[in-house]
Each structure stands twice: as C-alpha cells, then as structure tokens.
C-alpha cells in the first residue's frame, strides 16, 4: 500500500520529469511522447522507492525482478539490511542512467 507521503513524492517527481523533457512550445512526435512518459514514470517510481528505503519500508528489489526486501519492521536481520542496502545501490544506479536520459531529452539543456 503507497503512503500519502510516497503518493507526494511520486506526483512531484513525476511532474519535474515531465517538466523537463517534454518540450513546451514544441512539436512531439510519437516517440518523444513516448520517452518522455517512460522517463517520468521510471523517474517517480525510483524517487518513490528511494524516499521508501529512507523511511524503512519494503523496497523492489531490482536483483530479482518482481521481488521486494522486507522492511525494517518485518525483518531487522543483518541480512535484510544488506539485501536492502545493494537494492538501494542498483535503484540509486538505475535512477542516475535515468536522470542522464532526462538530461539528454530536455529541451532545457539543449
């Protein structure tokens, strides 16, 4: 279940992807529509699980597709926590190939 905070947290990422790639005053053909959804999609959804691995909660599992890490409250295992610290580090990897995408597309930076 997603908490009002991570709901705030994946609207706002959302619109700041949005807000950066999609090129305003411009034309967008269909597959600059296309990278510009997944980019922003793919951007909150990571911002969303960073902000859940701050917090505690049970974060996808990048490893194992499908999988999620148990939370601190379900399990606070040594193991656990290293299971949740490399996830983080493929999410946190994940997230920078994705900002570089969105850095690439932006009318912005170009």
């Known amino acids: ?9 994946l609207i706002v990422s959302f619109i700041l992807g949005l807000f950066l790639t999609h090129p305003l005053g411009f034309s967008c053909d269909e597959s600059c529509i296309h990278a510009v959804a997944f980019l922003s ?13 701050f917090t505690g909660g049970s974060v996808w599992n990048p490893i194992a597709w499908g999988a999620a890490t148990k939370s601190l409250v379900e399990d606070n295992s040594n193991k656990n926590k290293l299971i949740r610290k490399i996830s983080f580090i493929f999410i946190l990897i994940i997230d920078i190939l994705i900002i570089y995408g969105i850095y690439k597309q932006s009318w912005i930076f170009n």
Do not use: H, S, W
């Open 41 to 53: 999609c793919a951007f909150a959804f990571l911002n969303m699980e960073i902000y859940t691995f």
């Open 1 to 9: 279940m997603i908490t009002r905070n991570e709901f705030i947290v």
